[in-house]
Nanobody, 121 residues
Framework: VQLQASGGGLVKAGDSLRLSCAAS?????MGWFRQSPGKEREFVAG???????KYVDSVKGRFTISRDNGKNTMSLEMNSLKPEDTAVYYC???????????????????WGQGTLVTVSS
């Protein structure tokens, strides 16, 4: 399965941005991770095929993850963006059936190429 992420860009603090991820095949759990220079890749949000979601505390109430199983797509709506949200965002997916959403990047076998989000103050 191949993943293609898109939608990054340069915005100002407080602005909104929507990231999209298109998968070439069916995946079970999907998620968004981000990585800033010098930092580890961190979990941002995840969604199961049934629509269960999980977020890292720093984005709760600001980011919303969603997916369209029929189109094999996933989105991340990001509102009230902050400079600390600046990072390369990666979409990821698993083809293993799981009832809980894992936050470990090592559990995701499929990765998109990343899209850069820059939030200026």
């Amino acid at each position: 399965v191949q993943l293609q992420a898109s939608g990054g860009g340069l915005v100002k603090a407080g602005d909104s941005l929507r990231l999209s991820c298109a998968a070439s095949g069916r995946l079970f759990n999907m998620g968004w991770f981000r990585q800033s220079p010098g930092k580890e890749r961190e979990f941002v949000a995840g969604i199961s095929r049934l629509g269960t979601t999980k977020y890292v505390d720093s984005v709760k109430g600001r980011f919303t993850i969603s997916r369209d199983n029929g189109k094999n797509t996933m989105s991340l709506e990001m509102n009230s963006l902050k400079p600390e949200d600046t990072a390369v965002y990666y979409c990821a997916g698993r083809d293993v059936i799981a009832y809980s959403i894992t936050t470990s990047r090592y559990d995701y076998a499929y990765w998109g190429q990343g899209t850069l989000v820059t939030v200026s103050s």
